[in-house]
């Protein structure tokens, strides 16, 4: 398992890069529609990689992991597509995103088994904490629907449970000490 977790840490700093998000300006201060727009791409993006862990992983708990965020990250997307809806805005893809998404799960899939496992938890871990970040220290502030607001209220504590579940499960299948 050393062995995995010493090839899989070889390329998380890659798999970082490629499915982080660009930051926003600095002192930019994100509307409504941005938020919207962003919380979409981040969603669905992430997604699409637990469709993948839950296919492709290893461990039982990586899958079972990988359902449970397929399964709320799902309906977190379709509540902001409703708030979407309500404001009358229609959300718009990042072709930059979607290029940066790509490159995740073409890095994703051509990882074995057991180092697919971590590289996807250390990914979930990042990808965790940089949507709570961006909820709660830029989005809530920024943030002038009410609708927009309560959304983010309510999707904020079950992505912060979910750092911490990714981190529990990185931390369980890294090297053993």
Known sequence: M???FQFAA???L???VLGS????RPGAVPDDVAILNRFDDLV???IACAHLAAE???SAEVKAFARTLVSEHGLARQLARDVAAMMNVTLKPDG???AEHERTIKALRERP????DVLFMRHEVDYHKELVDLINKEWVPASKNADLSALLAQVGPAFEGHTKMAEELFQKLGPKK
């Open 2 to 4: 050393k062995r995995v």
């Open 10 to 12: 070889g390329v998380v």
């Open 14 to 16: 890659s798999l970082s």
């Open 21 to 24: 998000a660009p930051p926003a």
């Open 44 to 46: 669905g993006a992430d």
């Open 56 to 58: 492709r992983g290893h």
């Open 96 to 98: 930059a995103r979607r």
């Open 113 to 116: 088994d057991a180092a697919f």
